[in-house]
């Protein structure tokens, strides 16, 4: 069925006749092309981030957040219906697990889909039955404070290999010296009561590796990072994860490629700021769809996180793996070294 005005209309009208939830949520602002979204979204009921929808001529509904954020696209009625009730509901609803159970009263099947995150409707996974506090999620808050680090980066090679945490952290530009000792994080922080290092921290990296991921954490990299093409091919890196904190600017980004592509559908530059509890932050059925799962998934296992960066970061972990030894940063066990180029 070819998804009209008219079409689509009739069927929301019948949806939100039939349902207390949803009386008295119109159908979003529909546009006819890009061109008309920025009057759209003044029409939406939150300027800012409400749903607004494009009809194109082959049939196509695309959902949009604001005049530029596309959030969907489906040929499918009863698709696009669900992800119009979602907006709706979530805009009334106290949080993610009300949302959930006022769309399992619509429609069981749309619960179900609401909890999974994605656009079938599988359901959640078994809960991780662990604090998330323990995992990775432990670095969100300081990390927007730019402590320990501006920038989060991680490296995975192929299953069965690893990528070499000391000539990942040369390749960058560590000093080979303190590298070659095995200098630890309590050893920089030992000389002058930490004085020194509070001074040179902008100058550091602290390095390692943890499951199957290799982390370097930094603020600055020094020039001629990443000279040696083939010693950095060598390493065999498949996936890589940055996470980069400009606090002055409030801006929190987060960068995946794999394969040597960027994995973002095509919408360049992901800033943390968008993600918002309840709303999947990225583009539904696309490359990161099993992050917006992931993320759903915190939002129910773990209401007690009202912080959004630490949902982020659990999700992170959770479907990516990614973590970081919080004894080590507590203790200072954690590798560590100084730019070779900022040496006196």
Known sequence: MEITKTALAEAWRRKADGHVQLHGVGLPPVAFSEDELEECAERAEDPDGGLCLVLGRDGVVRGFHGPYREVFATRDLELALYLIAEAAVRRRAAGPEETADALGRIDPAWG?????????????AE?????????????????????????????RAAPGRAVDAEELALLYGADPA?????????????????????????????????????????????????????????????????LTATAAKAIYTFDYMRDSRRVDDDWGVLELIWYERGRAPYLRGGELDFLNRALRRAELDHPELTNT???????????????????????????AAYWATGQS
């Open 178 to 242: 303190q590298v070659a000792a095995g200098t630890r994080l309590k050893d920089l922080e030992a000389v002058d009561n930490g004085r020194v290092h509070w001074d040179r921290q902008w100058e550091s990296c602290c390095y390692g590796q943890a499951g199957e991921w290799t982390f370097l954490l930094y603020h600055d990299t020094p020039p001629g990072s990443f000279a040696d093409k083939e010693a950095y091919a060598a390493l065999g890196i498949k996936e890589s994860v940055w």
């Open 127 to 155: 809960s991780c039955g662990r604090d998330p506090l323990e995992g990775l999620a432990w670095i969100a808050g300081s990390w927007r404070e730019q402590a320990p680090y501006t920038t989060l980066a991680f490296y």
């Open 112 to 124: 179900r889909r609401f909890r999974g995150g994605g656009l079938d409707d599988m359901g959640t």
């Open 309 to 335: 960066f630490q949902l982020y970061f659990h999700a992170l972990e959770e479907s990516l793996g990614l973590s970081l030894p919080r004894r080590d940063f507590a203790q200072g066990e954690v590798r």
